[in-house]
């Protein structure tokens, strides 16, 4: 190869190499810009409050609210819950149930999974729907 060429080569590798590093150094401001992020799971838990055996209630809607409260707060320490109302059909039968729609961030599946379980056999269930959604959560505190 010509001696010429092989400078020139030389001369593009590096100039692509500080163009590459320059652009990393932009990139990373805007990749931390928001550092009070983190990536995260978000777990969403269906809990019908229906018995599995009767398909009649196990508690009043207040009292099963109640109930997974007390185990949320002390398995969790916080969480966010919504009241629902579940429906399936089973054959030629329509079922409608009182159902907690609970929310919770910054824990584990096993954790999540241990709620479930304390909660499948306090209210009844045959089981719980988990649904696992990667999200970004920040706690934010003001300007």
């Not at 320490?77 to 149930?97: H, L, P, V």
Request: with cysteine; net charge negative; aromatic share 10%.
């Amino acid at each position: 190869m010509n001696k010429k060429l092989s400078i020139w080569l030389c001369v593009i590798c590096v100039i692509t190499a500080m163009l590459s590093i320059a652009a990393i150094s932009l990139a990373i401001p805007a990749l931390t810009k928001n550092s009070g992020q983190k990536a995260d799971t978000q777990y969403v838990l269906y809990l019908g409050t229906n018995d599995k055996d009767t398909n009649l209630p196990v508690f009043t809607p207040s009292e099963a609210k109640e109930k997974a409260e007390e185990i949320l707060l002390e398995r969790f320490g916080g969480y966010t819950i919504s009241e629902a109302s579940g429906g399936w059909k089973d054959g030629e039968t329509a079922y409608q149930e009182y159902t907690l729609v609970i929310y919770l961030s910054d824990t584990t599946l096993s954790k999540v999974h241990a709620a479930a379980d304390e909660m499948i056999s306090v209210f009844n269930q045959s089981s719980v729907l988990i649904q696992s959604n990667l999200t970004t959560t920040e706690f934010y505190s003001g300007k």
